[in-house]
Nanobody, 127 residues
Framework: QVQLVESGGGLVQAGGSLRLSCAASGRTFSNYLMGWFRQAPGKEREFVAAISWSGGRTYYADSVKGRFTISRDNAKITVYLQMNSLKPEDTAVYYC????????????????????WGQGTQVTVSS
């Protein structure tokens, strides 16, 4: 049974930093695409960043490019999202997701590319 457990959320002032973690278990993720999505109050869930587990290729939403960095630790089977220069508009519940059989392409932002989802962790950025 695949499990994705997020941690690291919290309250931070604008301009601050947080690092989210997503601990994965339950299968081998070697060909998987690991992603972060977020959902702000009253808005639809949106893509934030993704990384291919095998090659380490990264993808980012335009709104977070240059501020957020996604990475993975193969030994710990954990994906990280380092968030710097946080803004109030980054306030949301952040979800980790895993999608199987990823061999590249342009559809990394689509929710239907992901098979498994975590429970989410709240990030609140105060102004």
């Amino acid at each position: 049974q695949v499990q994705l457990v997020e941690s690291g959320g919290g309250l931070v002032q604008a301009g601050g930093s947080l690092r989210l973690s997503c601990a994965a278990s339950g299968r081998t993720f070697s060909n998987y695409l690991m992603g972060w999505f977020r959902q702000a109050p009253g808005k639809e869930r949106e893509f934030v960043a993704a990384i291919s587990w095998s090659g380490g290729r990264t993808y980012y939403a335009d709104s977070v490019k240059g501020r957020f960095t996604i990475s993975r630790d193969n030994a710990k089977i954990t994906v990280y999202l380092q968030m710097n220069s946080l803004k109030p508009e980054d306030t949301a519940v952040y979800y980790c997701a895993a999608g199987g059989a990823w061999y590249g392409g342009s559809l990394y932002y689509r929710e239907n590319k992901y098979d498994y989802w975590g429970q989410g962790t709240q990030v609140t950025v105060s102004s």
